[in-house]
């Protein structure tokens, strides 16, 4: 099919934008007269690992059953490799669903479990042994193929039901929060086995979580879903250091919003002052504690836009390779900054921030009507 | 942790209400089986197993049993083909009427047996009331004599009666099934049919298992559908129970057959136990 010359396929293959294998376009779900998603698009690339992220209520779940077939949208089109997916029934669907609670079938054994979906496609008895049999060495489970599900650990049977999808070659791999039953450290753990398993199989992964470290840690490109809207999508370094939305900057990472006022290419927040190129009026913008330093001893480069001030230690909370402090300012502005480990940080501080790490922020998608 | 009073004062009542109502009944109706009836008609107090072979040895209370037996596994069958499908409807497709449709299959058993079993002798009898639409429909010239006082009545009757007793366990059974298993069917690409043999039947076993035996035990048992709509040809089992215990006066030969009807039951609930153990995966 490589040396077709139909224009159609020509076209679609553009060099440097490969066509994507998942688009969803324009997703809109109400269940009675709650609206769970307004009006979704995105795209997923061959061999991405895109992690839907939000609250509880955001709609990502919904997002992804919509996605896997089990429920229909309002409005809009979901294609795959450039066909129409949401007009088939999830049976039909290349695509394969981890659930948040395994739903491994208790009458059959976990090698039976992981050979069902090649089962039902009749395919022969050998061929579904030996390809049960390697899905369940790759996750490391082929001493238990013969347990029932019920008798292996909540992490074993994670690790079936990733076997049970992958066994079929899907070309979509779905996952409803697959970790959120674990405990932490086992959850740690997984989370770079998942991460590895998928760079491995190079099957594009859907990912749902409401945990925004995991989605850090995990993603290629993170969708953050609030209230039904589509907030950012963006790469975890992205999302981090530019967010779109207020929102964003709070729910990925710890942040300070600073509302300020511009003017004349200044913008001021209390008795803060630096240099922007932004129109006058208000603005919002959000500084990462970790931009937050005690100030270099001499102001030498002043000229470069660096924001000095007077801060007065409030709290002090110890995480380990660092500490986050509270400090407020001498004009009642409080600000959280992330410091080296130091046993006891008191008093009066002279701290420093980079006017380029404090970032211009909207308000949140969702209080502007969820265009 | 709790106080001797407390302790007496709850176990005590059950006790008592299973001694006097199973116990001592049971005993008596042990001893019975091998005691006999003098030619005056009084009960001789000694032991002797002729109870047992007269049971054994008499072609009709043989036959009896097991025209009771077929017509149990007749009623069971249709029982679990009309409690099956409706719920399985009910449970995976009735949606929001769910509760209405469940309440429509439970009202009838507020109704006196009695009553129910009536009315089936209105519906079936010659000038009743199928009768009565068939000739007016000009189907049939004369009344139709095999409907009622045959066995065709005592099972139509017995299906009626005790398929919502088949429906039950299986409803509940279906109930528990996490719906999450039927979408995992489905996305890892079973259809609707492959789905229901693969997943929903064999997880729903122990409700067929158990609506199974309550139909087969309770028709099994039964006399008064046999009684009023059954006809010489419908005895059943319970009914010679029944008239071992009147008219025949032999209460001894009547204790014999409840008896060994009474282990018959006990050897099936154990079976059926067993089973759905084996089908259980919680």
Redesign the interface.
Known sequence: MATTTEPAVARSAKPGSPEPLLSIRGITKSFGKNPVLRDISLQVAEGEFLTILGESGSGKTTLLRII???ESADSGEILMGGERLDLL????RR???V???Y?????LTVADNVG??LS??KLPKEEIASRAEQALAKVKMSAFANS?P?KISGGQQQRVALA??LV?RPRLLLLDEPLSALDANLRRQMQVELKSLQREVGISFVFVTHDQEEAMVMSDRIALLRMGGLEQIASPREIYSHPATAYTAQFIGHTNLLRCEVKAGAARCNSLSWRVALPDGPALFSLRPENIRPAASAPSNSEVNVVRFRGKIQQQAFHGATELLQVACADGLSLALRAATRENWQGELELEFSASDAVPVQESTAERGGS | MFSRAYRVAITVPPLLWVTVFLLVPYALLFCYSFWSVSPAQTIVHSWTLDNYREFLRVNVYLQTLFRSMWIAARVTTFSLVLGYPLAYYLSFHAGARKDLFYQLVIIPLWVSYLVRAYAWKTILGSDGVLNTLLQYVHLTKHPLEFLLYSPFAVVLTLTHIYTPFAFLPIYASLEHIPRNLVEASHDLGASPLQTFWRVIFPLSIPGVLAGATFAFVLSLGDFLAPLLLGGPSGIMISNIVVSQFGTAYNWPLGAAISLCMLLLVLALLFLSENLEKKWSFR
């Open positions: 896997a077939g089990f029934p999830p049976y039909r695509v394969n669903t659930f948040q609670h739903a491994l079938f208790p009458h069902y979906g039902v496609a029932k019920t049970r999808a079929n």
